[in-house]
């Protein structure tokens, strides 16, 4: 009997160290713009180079244009498009096969004033996702929120019409944001001049601050928000046309402002915090660092550095303490946040396109040019080490990149593509 228990247990254990061993961790989801995390990272271990050889179409379904990345979860991928100038559509497809589940569409459109027009007059906003529920922002602020498995609205919400506001007259860019432990069922946005708490089961505010006027500097806000831990305190990080500010999440007090100097307001990337320093970065003038610190009980903020190095669109992923950015003049850049040094700046090559996202995993970043180039670069902060490239098949990629695995997936204006890439 002994040796049959004994027997009995080896073997058991034998499965299980088995299936431990070729056991894999399900695909992470890629939840929100740039990701579960907001800051454009994940675990693993990505190859050592891209080419045609490991980088393989999956499949590539045609869709309106549309400069919302798409976002994955529970088997889905999620993408939005603007129809015939009228409608805004999110679709849910298999990312296996690429088989539409469902669609839902809404009246909302609008025309970007005409120097913005090269960016185009269609949704803009990155959606989010809790797992059960879809969060979208349309163009002109309207909100809607449906069921991930079934596409049913559970709410819906015109922020202009609930504040008395106009619409952003750039068209609504801010994508919502959704904590990694938000217990209290929270959604953020900036929209409708201001940032607003919301009860993402019902829509309903919970607070609203940062009020603005309305007015075209005020009214409409490029950056997304992030969660940051800043001198001990867990607070919100937001970036209106004008300035940084924290903001406490429970209450909506703003705990600390910072003015940043831009060009008409074109405050764009997402604030990225490394210790008690954020770092930005806005259009035709500086990249700066500012350092948070705590004078008794209230926050100050303060400019500790600065660069002439400037970017335009493209926020930056920090690995090592070290950001990568892509800047105004088309070029690649690093800088030591701690410092304010610029690493290197990667000169005597070809210009890159408009706008890159990216996504940075070890010591590796991957990169979606607008062009539609898709880069492999080894995050160096000793030199610029550029480690693969390959063409895809759009010329046009404004949305940014998603990821769940080993499969990436391209949103390019007219199309969503997925690929597989592997050693």
Partial sequence: MKSHLTNAFLTALSFAFFNAAFATDPPTDWTQWRGGSRDSKIAGEWPETLSTTNLKKVWSKPFGPSYSGPIIAKGLVFVTETKDKKSEIVTALDVNTGEKKWSVDWSGSMKVPFFAAKNGSWIRATPATDGERLYIGGIKGLFVCLDVQSGKQIWKVDLNERYGTSPEQFGHVCSPLIPDDAMDNSIYIQCSAGFIKMNRLTGKEIWRTLNGSGSIMSGGAFSSPIVATLEGQKQLVVQTRQELAGVDMASGKVLWKQAVPAFRGMNILTPTVVDNKVFTSSYNNKSFGYVISKDGNSFVSS??????????????????????????????????????????????????????????????????DSKGVLYLMKANPEKFEMLGEVKLDTNDSWAHVGISGDRIFVRGLDSLTAYDWKN
């Fill in 303 to 368: 400019q500790e550095w600065s660069s002439p190095s400037k970017a335009y669109m493209s926020s930056p992923v920090v690995i090592d303490g070290h950001a990568y950015l892509h800047l105004q003049n088309k070029q690649i850049a690093c800088f030591d946040i701690e410092g304010g040094t610029t690493k290197w700046v990667s000169k005597n090559r070809k210009r890159f396109g408009d706008y890159w996202s990216m996504i940075g995993c070890g010591d590796k970043i991957l990169a979606l």
